[in-house]
């Protein structure tokens, strides 16, 4: 990755694929984890004002109905529709009940954006099954909605135009600054749960970057299993921007700097807005990674080089596949 393009991602050029751009989506369905909130909100407003009918995730019904009412109360004139499915990514026995409510009233979905995440939570946080929480919530609690709504992606790709339905994965530049050097996933760490006594030494920003290199790998991974049967895997950055993010930062230096390169999150929903639907991404580079506010990017090099000749993605899968088993 240049800096050049390390700089353009801290301050990006204006964005060229904005909802102007956006075609009416009466008719289509869409899945956002994280709707409550920054740029998982924003992007759940822009499609409900094209009229599409847009799940989100919340972790209580009271946070799913308090941002549907307020997009509702924003947009007065949509023909769309607004559902919330409660769920908890730190928790994988709340997803599969989630992700069936969801099959039972829908048979297409044409494209859903892993977009919830957590960032600097306290070290030696964990999920319900004794991840490590930025591993669990990011990573391993969307591969599991991922495999429990494959068939439903699918079957929709066999009726959409062809490279329109995409998974798209949410991840950061944190995947370039703060991952481990090499594959960009410490393999050993990521078998170690809590049972085993791991006390989370690495630091949460650390385990962040693994985590959005989860994310990067799984994009690029779902587009090599998936492409054929024209899935669209998708990886960003969405820019820095002023959500609640920040909310486990305690760091002052962050709190009083951070105003300086954080931007605003309608931005963000830009990048991605622009995954889920610019023709710049199809089937032809399948697994791209985008950059704010909406352009094609690059991935740190030894990633990319762990991905093509040390299989990376594929022994990501697999682990992940091999461990969720029972909840898929
Ligand atoms: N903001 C940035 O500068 C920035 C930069 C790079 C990447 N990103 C990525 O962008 C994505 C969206 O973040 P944001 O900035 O919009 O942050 P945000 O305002 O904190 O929104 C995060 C969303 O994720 C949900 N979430 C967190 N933990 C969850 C869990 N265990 N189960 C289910 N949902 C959970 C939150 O739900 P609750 O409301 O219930 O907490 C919230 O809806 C994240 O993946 C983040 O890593 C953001």
Redesign the pocket.
């Known amino acids: 990755m240049s800096l050049r393009q390390t700089l353009s991602e801290f301050y990006p050029p204006k964005p060229t694929f904005t909802e102007q751009d956006l075609e009416d989506l009466a008719g289509k369905t869409y899945l956002i984890?994280?709707?409550?909130?920054?740029?998982?909100?924003i992007l759940t407003k822009i499609l409900y004002s094209k009229n599409a009918k847009v799940y989100?995730?919340?972790?209580?019904a009271a946070?799913g109905e308090k941002a549907i009412s307020e997009i509702k109360e924003s947009n007065k004139s949509s023909r769309g529709e607004l559902r919330y499915l409660v769920?908890?990514?730190?928790?994988l026995q709340t997803i599969v009940p989630a992700v069936k409510s969801f099959l039972a009233q829908e048979t297409l979905l044409h494209t859903v954006w892993?977009?919830?995440?957590?960032?600097k939570a306290p070290s030696g946080s964990m999920?319900k099954q004794g991840y490590e929480?930025h591993w669990g919530?990011?990573v391993v609690?969307h591969f599991v909605m991922n495999k429990l709504l494959m068939p439903i992606l699918l079957a929709t790709a066999q009726v959409a135009p062809k490279g329109s339905v995409r998974v798209v994965w949410?991840?950061?530049?944190?995947h370039n600054f703060l991952s481990p050097k090499g594959d960009g996933i410490d393999w050993q760490d990521i078998a170690t749960l809590k049972s085993t006594g791991w006390k989370g030494e690495k630091g949460p920003m650390t385990y962040?970057g693994q985590s959005?290199a989860g994310?990067v790998l799984l994009a690029m991974e779902l587009a090599k299993r998936y492409g054929n049967q024209d899935i669209v895997g998708v990886a960003l950055?969405?820019?820095?921007?002023?959500?609640?993010?920040?909310?486990h930062s305690t760091s002052s230096m962050s709190n009083k700097f951070g105003g300086l390169v954080?931007h605003d999150?309608s931005l963000?929903a830009l990048t991605e807005l622009y995954a889920g639907f610019s023709k710049t991404i199809g089937l032809d580079n399948n697994g791209a990674y985008i950059i704010p506010w909406g352009r094609l990017g690059k991935i740190r090099q030894d990633i990319e080089a762990g991905f093509h000749d040390r299989g990376t993605g594929k022994r990501l899968w697999d682990i992940l596949e091999k461990e969720t088993e029972q909840y898929t």
């Open positions: 984890t994280g709707g409550t909130s920054g740029i998982g909100f989100i995730t919340s972790r209580s946070s769920m908890d990514l730190g928790d892993f977009n919830a995440g957590v960032m999920t929480l919530t990011n609690g949410v991840s950061s530049d944190g962040y959005k994310n950055n969405p820019g820095h921007l002023k959500t609640n993010l920040q909310r954080l999150p963000g």
